[in-house]
């Protein structure tokens, strides 16, 4: 599972996984500084959404758009995606 953002939102979904026993989440954030130091992070550059089948996106609604329009041909056209409350699990096709 990758989580993409590492904002306040970003960081208690970490913190949740954590406590819920995964051990290691994958993060991308902007600012790879920000997720790289902490413990049980692993931080993903772009060239490896290929390998990511469910995707949390916990970026401002704002920034949904920009993320996607650059980065949606990335990822698997199976890969699901937890936006807020609900699941969607969209190909690269209806993203572009």
């Given at each position: 599972?990758?989580?993409?953002?590492?904002?306040?939102l970003g960081q208690a979904?970490?913190?949740?996984?954590?406590?819920?026993?995964?051990?290691?989440?994958?993060?991308?954030?902007?600012?790879?500084?920000?997720?790289?130091?902490?413990?049980?992070?692993?931080?993903?550059?772009?060239?490896?959404?290929s390998h990511e089948n469910q995707v949390i996106i916990?970026?401002?609604?704002?920034?949904?758009?920009?993320?996607?329009?650059?980065?949606?041909?990335?990822?698997?056209?199976?890969?699901?995606?937890?936006?807020?409350?609900?699941?969607?699990?969209?190909?690269?096709?209806?993203?572009?």
């Amino acid at each position: 599972m990758l989580v993409v953002g590492y904002g306040k939102l970003g960081q208690a979904i970490v913190s949740a996984l954590h406590d819920h026993g995964v051990e290691e989440v994958k993060v991308y954030n902007r600012t790879v500084s920000k997720a790289a130091e902490v413990a049980g992070v692993a931080v993903v550059k772009p060239e490896q959404f290929s390998h990511e089948n469910q995707v949390i996106i916990a970026l401002p609604a704002h920034a949904y758009e920009p993320f996607f329009l650059k980065y949606a041909k990335a990822f698997p056209e199976d890969c699901q995606f937890f936006i807020r409350q609900r699941i969607w699990s969209l190909t690269t096709s209806q993203l572009c």
